[in-house]
């Protein structure tokens, strides 16, 4: 990944855009330390929802069996009383 100045990328916009395009990634400095990255749209993963997440693994954490009538619930209080 190469390192572009925040003044230089200012100036070269447009070309480092065509070069992100093409799927290079830049680290933009400010006064040398990175305050940016310019990548690929398509390099942005999407962000969980963390309530829903959390959501989902309490439903699943209630009653939920694994094999034959074993819950989770049990596994983990027979994991505990060693």
């Not at 447009?14 to 990634?25: D, I, M, N």
């Not at 690929?40 to 959501?55: E, N």
């Not at 694994?66 to 505990?80: C, F, N, P, W, Y």
């Amino acid at each position: 990944m190469e390192t572009v100045g925040s003044f230089e990328a200012k100036i070269h916009l447009p070309q480092l855009v065509e070069r992100v395009a093409k799927g290079e990634e830049f680290t933009i400095t400010k006064h040398g330390k990175p305050v940016a990255r310019l990548v690929p749209a398509g390099a942005i993963k999407p962000r969980l929802d963390v309530r829903k997440v959390i959501a989902e693994l309490k439903a699943f954490s209630k009653g939920n069996t694994l094999g034959k009538g074993v819950t989770i619930r049990e596994l983990i209080d027979e994991g505990r009383r060693f």
